[in-house]
């Protein structure tokens, strides 16, 4: 079956850089779109960026624009976050999801706790 | 960007009863629409997506409908399982928005 296992999380001190992986298994990789999701404790469910199946195409949330890059590895089934100058606010579990528009399968998330 | 708007953002309600969540577009997204539910401590489900198709495997009492900017979600029969936050979500142009999400008790 699909499986998203998101790795990557930790603490961070504010303005530090991260890279979060995503490893895929259970199904064509490189033939589905990927997506990071967020979400801040207590809080509701944000997007964050997609990217096309073969890597040709990606997208961002408006408000994270200019911080963050999607990318993805076909021959490893791995889809990346790097995320630059993070601040208090970006302390979320981040989540890796697949699917042509509608998100129809979900990692467990990994936390990421900006903190000095 | 399409802003999405859920009402109301928290709800009570008996089990057995008919649930409605509504959800409106800042503009027009055909029937581009997914509905999510994420149950306590639990990852988010899909539900619903091209507005009123269901996921395989969820329950028939969850139904979805609208198409441009107005979105429905209605549980026929309330279980006492369905409670959890709702999400509409947004596919029909990148950036994909939520919405800020409906929480469901059970009275």
């Known amino acids: 079956q699909v499986q998203l296992v998101e790795s990557g999380g930790g603490v961070v001190q504010p303005g530090m850089s991260l890279r979060l992986s995503c490893a895929a298994s259970g199904f064509m990789f490189n033939a589905h779109d990927m997506h990071w999701v967020r979400q801040a404790p207590g809080k509701g469910l944000e997007w964050m960026s997609f990217i096309r199946y073969d890597g040709s195409r990606h997208s961002y949330a408006e408000s994270l624009k200019g911080r963050l890059t999607i990318s993805r590895d076909n021959s490893k089934n791995t889809l990346y976050l790097q995320m630059n100058s993070l601040r208090s606010e970006d302390t979320a579990v981040y989540f890796c999801?697949?699917?042509?528009?509608?998100?129809?399968?979900w990692g467990q998330g990994t936390l990421v706790i900006v903190s000095s | 960007d399409v802003q999405m708007t859920q009402s109301p953002s928290s709800l009570s309600a008996s089990v057995g009863d008919r649930v409605t969540i509504a959800c409106r577009a800042s503009q027009g997204i055909s029937t581009y629409l997914a509905w999510y539910q994420q149950q306590p401590g639990k990852v988010p489900k899909l539900l619903i997506y091209s507005a009123s198709t269901l996921q395989s495997g969820v329950p028939s009492r969850f139904s979805g409908s609208g198409s441009g900017t107005d979105f429905t979600l209605t549980i026929s029969g309330l279980q006492p399982e369905d409670v959890a936050t709702y999400y509409c979500?947004?596919?029909?142009?990148?950036?994909?928005?939520f919405g800020q999400g409906t929480k469901l008790e059970i009275k």
């Open positions: 999801a697949k699917g042509y528009g509608a998100i129809d399968s």
């Open positions: 979500q947004n596919y029909r142009n990148a950036p994909y928005s």
